[in-house]
């Protein structure tokens, strides 16, 4: 079963930067699609970044377009977010996510979940 460790989260001021990693363990799949979820107090989970298994496709939300970048390293099993120009309104946990299938965007085609980082981000 596969295993998904977030990391990287924190405090940070409005404008600043932080980079989020998701450590994958256990067993993988050559197809798989990795993403970034996110939820806020109140708010249902909304899709963040995804980035395909070859690492060549990548989409964002239309919130973060921009702003945030989405990268893997296949060898290390790592998935990394980097969030640039934090506003108050990417406070939430955000969630790592691997799925079955090579492209995946939709919460519905992910099938493992990490335990989540908070971001907290100040005016």
């Known amino acids: 079963q596969v295993q998904l460790l977030e990391s990287g989260g924190g405090l940070v001021q409005a404008g600043g930067s932080l980079r989020l990693s998701c450590a994958a363990s256990?067993?993988?799949?050559?197809?798989?699609?990795m993403g970034w979820f996110r939820q806020a107090p109140g708010e249902e989970r909304e899709f963040v970044a995804a980035i395909s298994w070859s690492g060549g496709g990548t989409a964002y939300a239309d919130s973060v377009k921009g702003r945030f970048t989405i990268s893997r390293d296949n060898a290390k099993n790592t998935v990394y977010l980097q969030l640039n120009s934090l506003k108050p309104e990417d406070t939430a946990v955000y969630y790592c996510a691997s799925s079955h299938l090579a492209k995946a965007t939709s919460n519905d085609e992910f099938d493992y979940w990490g335990q989540g980082t908070q971001v907290t981000v100040s005016s």
């Open positions: 256990g067993r993988t799949f050559r197809n798989y699609a």
